[in-house]
């Protein structure tokens, strides 16, 4: 065989095996050779947190190395992810966030920062609908019920609320249901604020599922409406708030995983690939399904899509209800 035959062959056969492979490339994705940090911008106990601490466990398991859960909560969520913002760009921080991350530039107080503009949007993680909880110390069974007692009571009733998103729509029901005396208290996680709606120290609550779940099967707190489009699985017998006749309450809320702006395409890429083969252990699809919620896995892009068209949803709404 000459020698330009046999290099031929040689590069020929290189290609075959290359083409032969096709789980080669995957082999070759990005992962962690140290731990990783996965910031929650929340106290401990809220759907966020569970969230978090659901993937990480299997993302340690996939990649060899641990995915320590960070709790820093305050400030709107602002402290946690400046965290992130600042952090190098180089996967091992990163920081899981809902909605709300969208309107922390409306803020008052936090100077128009934009988390986003120093953020790489990699995938949500999962989605839940949210909902509207009470205490179940309270004499009402439907959230109608709720607002016609608010307008009767001898007391202000009262909103917890543990993020801004909950304050606009606190500030939306105050107006649009006649209740101009609603006292909204200002909570730095959902924990605390499930301990004050079993005492019924405050009334009311607009938050997520997961937190309340257990508190409502063991009947200390009340869920008057999931705020989704459709019934949540985990509540079939709770309806929608389009079906309790208040479908301006709608929110479904997504838990998306970011990371410091400029970060590689191939550590995003293979960050998500890793979460995506994460969500598929039985465990953790457990864990979120226990919290109402289900895994929700996709592209960098559609991601960014979906956080441009909350950014815009939301915008409109902070327009008529400015946060104070």
Request: aromatic share 6%; glycine share 8%; net charge positive.
């Amino acid at each position: 065989m000459t020698r330009q035959r046999q290099t031929l062959f040689t590069v020929g056969a290189l290609l075959a095996a290359a083409m032969a492979s096709p789980s080669a490339h995957a082999q070759a994705a990005w992962k962690p050779d140290r731990p990783v940090t996965l910031v929650v911008p929340y106290s401990a106990g809220g759907g966020t947190d569970a969230t978090a601490r659901a993937v990480s466990k299997q993302l340690g398991v996939l990649w060899g190395q641990p995915v320590v859960v960070e709790n820093m909560p305050g400030a709107d969520g602002l402290i946690g992810t400046r965290r992130v913002m600042e952090a190098k760009p180089d996967g091992y921080t990163l920081l899981l966030q809902v909605p709300a991350i969208v309107v922390t530039k409306y803020t008052p107080g936090l100077k128009g920062i934009d988390p986003l503009a120093r953020l790489d949007p990699l995938t949500a993680v999962s989605q839940s609908p949210a909902a509207i909880v009470a205490s179940a110390r309270l004499p009402v069974r439907t959230f109608a019920e709720f607002i016609a007692y608010c307008k009767t009571a001898a007391q202000p009733c009262s909103l917890a609320s543990g993020e801004s998103l909950a304050r606009i729509s606190a500030r939306q029901l105050a107006a649009e249901a006649g209740i101009p005396n609603l006292i909204v208290v200002n909570y730095r996680g959902t924990g605390a604020i499930v301990t004050d709606l079993i005492s019924n120290n405050v009334n009311m609550a607009f938050t997520g599922i997961t937190a309340a779940l257990p508190h409502y099967r063991a009947g200390t707190l009340k869920i008057f409406a999931t705020q989704g489009r459709q019934r949540a699985a985990v509540l079939p017998e709770v309806p929608t708030t389009a079906e309790a006749g208040f479908p301006q309450f709608q929110s479904v809320t997504w838990f998306g995983l970011f990371a410091p702006k400029g970060t590689p395409a191939a550590v995003a890429n293979g960050i998500v690939a890793a979460l995506r083969e994460a969500v598929k252990d039985a465990d953790v699809q457990k864990t979120i399904a226990a919290a109402g919620a289900e895994p929700v896995v996709n592209s960098p892009a559609e991601f960014a899509a979906q956080v441009r068209e909350e950014s815009e949803r939301l915008g409109a709404l902070v327009k008529t209800y400015p946060l104070e």
